[in-house]
């Protein structure tokens, strides 16, 4: 059974930090790319930011780019996403999602993040 469990979310004052984690299970992690989406009511789901399986190359939104962190433990099988100097912007509920293709693919079920003061 694929499972893919959020946590680390929380309110934070604006310049703050969190660490969210995705902890998995049920596939075959390391083959897979991570990524962590975030989305706000009434909106689509935005990609933050990703990371392959093998290479760990990562890539990010102009948005959080030099504030956030992807990183991926894969013994652990576990995805990480450090976000520093959060904006009140920031503030969504965010994904994590595991992909291999279009038809084999994983969501989490979500963690919200409020940034405010």
């Known amino acids: 059974q694929v499972q893919l469990v959020e946590s680390g979310g929380g309110l934070v004052q604006p310049g703050g930090s969190l660490r969210l984690s995705c902890a998995t299970s049920?596939?075959?992690?390391?083959?897979?790319?991570m990524r962590w989406y975030r989305q706000t009511p009434g909106t689509a789901r935005d990609l933050v930011a990703g990371?392959?399986?093998?290479?760990?190359?990562?890539s990010y939104a102009d948005s959080v780019k030099g504030r956030f962190t992807i990183s991926r433990d894969n013994a652990k099988k576990t995805v990480y996403l450090h976000m520093n100097s959060l904006k009140p912007e920031d503030t969504a509920v965010y994904y994590c999602?595991?992909?291999?293709?279009?038809?084999?693919?994983?969501w989490g079920q979500g963690t919200q993040v409020t940034v405010s003061s």
């Open positions: 049920g596939f075959s992690f390391n083959l897979y790319t």
């Open positions: 999602h595991a992909y291999l293709s279009n038809y084999t693919n994983y």
């Open positions: 990371i392959i399986g093998i290479t760990e190359v990562t």
